[in-house]
């Protein structure tokens, strides 16, 4: 999942690797600050997390190949009139 953020400072990007069967729950700043999505690629580049060489300076990587991806959105409906986000 890719989250972006402009504001006075500057473009933000980053990049979150979301394991099989893991929930986001996204709230304040993450919610309403940040844009998120999935970009569709077949494949992404990750790094591989590797506890003996945690020392080394350059970071092991691997293609990591992409399966089916189901999304569920879930909202609480406002029931008044007013927006009380920043935007």
Not at 8 to 22: A, I, N, Q, Y
């Amino acid at each position: 999942m890719e989250f972006r953020r402009s504001d006075s400072r500057g473009d933000e990007h980053v990049g979150v690797l979301m394991p099989r069967f893991s929930v986001a729950i996204m709230s304040s700043d993450a919610r309403y600050e940040w844009t998120h999505g999935i970009t569709p690629h077949s494949a992404d580049i990750v790094q591989v997390s590797d506890c003996a060489d945690a020392s080394s300076a350059v970071p092991r990587l691997t293609l990591m190949k992409r399966g089916v991806r189901t999304s569920l959105t879930l909202r609480n409906v406002r029931h008044d009139a007013v927006c009380h986000c920043s935007a």
